[in-house]
C-alpha cells in the first residue's frame, strides 16, 4: 500500500474560488493536507472527515471534503478533472477507511 499521494488542481472553499495549480492535496494514511496560495494549509486527520464524494458539477468538479473540523468552512472542493480518479488513489493511501 502507498501511505502518501499528491495531486495539485484548482479549490473552492466556501465561496472563494483558486484557478488549477494554486492547490495541492497531499494524502497520508491517517490525515490530509491542502496546501494553497503558496503559504496556506488545510489539514485533516481522518477523524475529522465524514466522508469524501466525487462532484460532478460542471463548475465544482473534484472531490468533496466533508467534514466536522469548526475551523475550516464546511465547503471545501479539490477540483480535479477526473474526481473518481482520484479518489481511487486516495483509497490506495488507506486513508479513505476512516468510518
Avoid: C, W
Avoid at 494524502?27 to 460532478?56: G, H, M, R, T
Wanted: aromatic share 12%.
Amino acid at each position: 500500500m502507498n501511505n502518501h499521494y499528491t495531486k495539485s488542481g484548482g479549490l473552492i472553499i466556501g465561496s472563494i474560488r483558486m484557478s488549477s495549480l494554486l492547490a495541492q492535496i497531499n494524502i497520508y494514511e491517517d490525515k490530509l493536507i491542502i496546501n494553497y496560495l503558496f503559504f496556506f494549509k488545510i489539514i485533516l486527520l481522518k477523524k475529522d472527515i465524514i466522508d469524501i464524494i466525487a462532484s460532478n458539477d460542471f463548475f465544482e468538479k473534484g472531490i468533496k471534503i466533508l467534514h466536522k473540523n469548526s475551523k475550516y468552512d464546511s465547503k471545501i472542493i479539490f477540483r480535479v478533472s477526473n474526481p473518481d480518479k482520484l479518489i481511487e488513489e486516495i483509497k490506495k493511501t488507506g486513508f479513505m477507511n476512516y468510518n
